[in-house]
Nanobody, 121 residues
Framework: VQLQASGGGLVQAGGSLRLSCAASGSISRINDVGWYRQAPGNQRDLVARITSGGRTNYADPVKGRFTISRDSAKNTVYLQMNSLKPEDTAVYYC????????????????WGQGTLVTVSS
């Protein structure tokens, strides 16, 4: 299973970006998917998470500005980021719990490679 994160880039403060996390490989079901971010010198923190049923939760700094969503048919999760601030600058990673086949009951946890978001002031 591979997670491919994309959509990062350079944007001015107040702008928007949409990140995508596409899963491929041996996948029966994708459970929870999260977006995390890590700025230089900082730990990796949860930004937003979505369950297989579509329930979402957000870190306080991004509430009201970021929206996580999923397209189960495409095995893809999105992070719409609006009203971006310089403090949102970080490498963004997606993380997913994946059940690889119908014969398995436990999920495996995977990380994508990260995509850099830079917000200029």
């Amino acid at each position: 299973v591979q997670l491919q994160a994309s959509g990062g880039g350079l944007v001015q403060a107040g702008g928007s970006l949409r990140l995508s996390c596409a899963a491929s490989g041996s996948i029966s079901r994708i459970n929870d998917v999260g977006w995390y971010r890590q700025a230089p010198g900082n730990q990796r923190d949860l930004v937003a998470r979505i369950t297989s049923g579509g329930r979402t939760n957000y870190a306080d700094p991004v509430k009201g500005r970021f929206t996580i969503s999923r397209d189960s048919a495409k095995n893809t999760v999105y992070l719409q980021m609006n009203s971006l601030k310089p403090e949102d600058t970080a490498v963004y990673y997606c993380n997913a719990d994946v059940i690889r086949s119908r014969s398995e009951i436990f999920s495996y946890n995977y990380w994508g490679q990260g995509t850099l978001v830079t917000v200029s002031s």
